[in-house]
């Protein structure tokens, strides 16, 4: 065994998927449930597409379920998603499904790179690109460890189709858009609304309502979505997240079929 060859192989084959990532149709940010539900959805109908993922780990918020107690609570509407991808849920009453944090979170990634969608971790999006058509037409990249470590490094850039930000409460992506290129959200006050206080009921209605484009080329899921739209939050009930991965990527399947 040659420690030269392995290190080829992982360079070698990292770099010709970074490189095939350069022009995807979607490229997400955020490998929460909703982007990570998007991008099998994406994947399963063919759909060149990559999820950029900050930390090393993926999954964002599902791993601590509610309060560290590693088990997240499903409704009705979501149960037919965990049942696609194969997630056990256990009936803890009529209508509330219990799924283990960690089957939910692996589950959902490993179905998500079985269907070929390309997650790579350890990549924050810093920026946009977006050009004279006011569109968003890629993402920024660079190393997390570059804003870690606070170095002057600058960043490389990927084209896309199309981007989903499913960054989370931060709706980062969103941020960027209103922030940086003073563009106009399809919200009521065409800015970012803010998340309001907990109530689960509304939380959990709006947010695959609030799954759209919010502006040319950019569409908002998950948590993202109702902290651009304004809806309340909802604690660690998860139907809401995985449809609106779902709503996010038919809404992509077609807008690109329109382009
Ligand atoms: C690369 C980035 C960047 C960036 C962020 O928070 P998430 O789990 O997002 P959702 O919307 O899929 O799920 C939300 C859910 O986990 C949750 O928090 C709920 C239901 N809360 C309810 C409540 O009341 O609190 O994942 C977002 C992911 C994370 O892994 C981030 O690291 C990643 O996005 N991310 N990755 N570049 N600029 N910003």
Request: one cysteine or more; hydrophobic letters at 45%.
């Amino acid at each position: 065994m040659d420690e030269v060859v392995i290190s080829r192989a992982i360079v070698e084959s990292y770099m010709k998927e970074l490189l095939e990532a350069m022009e995807l149709d979607v490229a997400i940010v955020g490998t929460g449930p909703a982007g990570m539900t998007a991008a099998y959805y994406l994947a399963k109908e063919k759909t060149k597409v990559a999820i950029f993922e900050r930390k090393l780990s993926v999954g964002g918020g599902i791993w601590g379920g509610g309060m560290m107690f590693n088990k997240a609570v499903v409704q009705d509407e979501g149960k037919g998603i965990l049942d696609e991808f194969g997630i056990t849920a256990t009936q803890y009453q009529k209508g509330y499904y219990v799924v283990d944090a960690i089957e939910l979170a692996s589950t959902l990634c490993y179905r998500a790179v079985k269907a070929g969608a390309k997650i790579f971790n350890l990549i924050s999006v810093e920026d946009v690109v977006i050009k004279e058509d006011d569109k968003v037409s890629g993402l920024v990249l660079n190393w997390s460890t570059v804003h870690l470590a606070k170095l002057h490094v600058d960043p490389l850039a990927i084209r896309s189709k199309l981007v989903i930000d499913a960054t989370g409460h931060d709706c980062e992506i969103c941020h960027l858009v209103t922030e940086k290129v003073g563009g106009k959200l399809r919200t009521a006050t065409r800015g970012i609304m803010g998340e309001k206080s907990m109530w689960v009921e509304m939380g959990e209605r709006k947010v695959p309502e609030n799954t759209r484009e919010v502006y040319p080329g950019l569409i908002v899921a998950g948590m993202a979505a109702a902290a651009v739209f304004g809806s309340p939050r909802m604690g660690p009930i998860f139907g809401g997240m995985l449809l609106s991965g779902k709503k996010a990527a038919r809404l992509a399947i077609e807008l690109l079929r329109q382009s």
